[in-house]
């Protein structure tokens, strides 16, 4: 594993407006250690002129500086954290951005997202219940799979489902933030199980999380080449009928009309109507905005 810290010239990337339920992305890092196989910002580090996502980490370390500058010119809006990475890879043990990052966020007043892997973000706990008594505080867990097998194959560098659902657990009792699970990407014949689908949505149920947000797999760019040359040599007996099921003149539809037909009933058995219950927290937290 390679690091290099970086000066970076900004810290907030604009987004179209619409396009997202966020205005800006915030990314900490370049690059992610957690080497999801399916992981579709691979791209994004041609811009670095590297091709090793995985295998170099770029460190932004002045993010907090330069997002602190731009929180004092830009127009506010709602911040997602890690658009191409994950604010809490590895690194982030020692690199340490976070703390400064959400210091800022809390003297700003800002909502944000994050969307993370990994239960070190338990760490700044304090910060994220302070923020979150502010402003808007959405933070949801991404959990594929409960088979720790193929979790381990398909997110090498990440901790187990459990401990995520651990995580969003207590921020669920310990601050006012959302809590959710990004049920994605779920992979044909690897994660589309009934059984694995729906321990997902029972667990998500028995935190009391505020949403599930499922989603299928897509496959990309480079993305798509180094997806079929980890299940080749980790799931040989699944690889051609991806490769199948992916290719470009595929008709996917019945396979995804079946699939949500059964992912709106789990939704039902659930209660995870979660549109409702995230807009009436929300609302509720309106009030925020005056003090």
């Given at each position: 594993?390679?690091?290099?810290?970086?000066?970076?010239?900004?810290?907030?990337?604009?987004?179209?407006?619409?396009?997202?339920?966020?205005?800006?992305?915030?990314?900490?890092?370049?690059?992610?250690?957690?080497?999801?196989?399916?992981?579709?910002a691979m791209y994004s580090h041609q811009y670095?002129?590297?091709?090793?996502?995985?295998?170099?980490?770029?460190?932004?370390?002045?993010?907090?500086?330069?997002?602190?500058?731009?929180?004092?010119?830009?127009?506010?809006?709602?911040?997602?954290?890690?658009?191409?990475?994950?604010?809490?890879?590895?690194?982030?043990?020692?690199?340490?951005?976070?703390?400064?990052?959400?210091?800022?966020?809390?003297?700003?007043?800002?909502?944000?997202?994050?969307?993370?892997?990994?239960?070190?973000?338990?760490?700044?706990?304090?910060?994220?219940?302070?923020?979150?008594?502010?402003?808007?505080?959405?933070?949801?867990?991404?959990?594929?799979?409960?088979?720790?097998?193929?979790?381990?194959?398909?997110?090498?560098?990440?901790?187990?489902?459990?401990?995520?659902?651990?995580?969003?657990?207590?921020?669920?009792?310990?601050?006012?933030?959302?809590?959710?699970?990004?049920?994605?990407?779920?992979?044909?014949?690897?994660?589309?199980?009934?059984?694995?689908?729906?321990?997902?949505?029972?667990?998500?149920?028995?935190?009391?999380?505020?949403?599930?947000?499922?989603?299928?797999?897509?496959?990309?760019?480079?993305?798509?080449?180094?997806?079929?040359?980890?299940?080749?040599?980790?799931?040989?007996?699944?690889?051609?009928?991806?490769?199948?099921?992916?290719?470009?003149?595929?008709?996917?539809?019945?396979?995804?009309?079946?699939?949500?037909?059964?992912?709106?009933?789990?939704?039902?058995?659930?209660?995870?109507?979660?549109?409702?219950?995230?807009?009436?927290?929300?609302?509720?937290?309106?009030?925020?905005?005056?003090?």
């Amino acid at each position: 594993m390679k690091y290099t810290h970086i000066q970076s010239k900004t810290a907030l990337h604009k987004l179209r407006p619409g396009r997202l339920p966020f205005d800006y992305d915030l990314n900490l890092y370049r690059g992610c250690a957690h080497g999801c196989i399916y992981c579709y910002a691979m791209y994004s580090h041609q811009y670095m002129e590297s091709e090793a996502y995985f295998d170099e980490i770029f460190i932004k370390e002045n993010i907090a500086e330069i997002l602190e500058k731009e929180l004092h010119t830009k127009k506010k809006g709602k911040i997602n954290l890690g658009g191409v990475c994950d604010s809490y890879q590895p690194i982030e043990v020692t690199a340490e951005l976070m703390p400064n990052v959400l210091k800022s966020l809390i003297k700003h007043k800002t909502p944000i997202v994050i969307s993370t892997k990994s239960d070190l973000l338990l760490r700044d706990i304090e910060l994220i219940k302070e923020l979150s008594e502010l402003a808007e505080v959405n933070i949801a867990a991404t959990i594929t799979t409960m088979n720790e097998d193929i979790r381990k194959k398909i997110e090498p560098g990440t901790v187990s489902s459990e401990r995520r659902f651990q995580m969003l657990e207590r921020l669920k009792k310990e601050t006012n933030a959302n809590v959710g699970v990004h049920l994605m990407p779920i992979i044909p014949y690897l994660t589309d199980t009934r059984e694995n689908l729906e321990e997902i949505y029972r667990r998500a149920n028995e935190i009391e999380a505020d949403y599930v947000l499922p989603g299928i797999m897509y496959l990309r760019g480079k993305t798509r080449n180094v997806f079929f040359e980890k299940t080749e040599k980790l799931f040989p007996n699944e690889h051609e009928k991806l490769k199948k099921m992916y290719a470009y003149k595929y008709d996917r539809s019945p396979y995804k009309k079946a699939l949500y037909t059964y992912i709106n009933e789990l939704r039902k058995t659930y209660g995870f109507n979660h549109s409702n219950k995230i807009d009436k927290k929300i609302k509720s937290n309106e009030q925020l905005k005056l003090f």
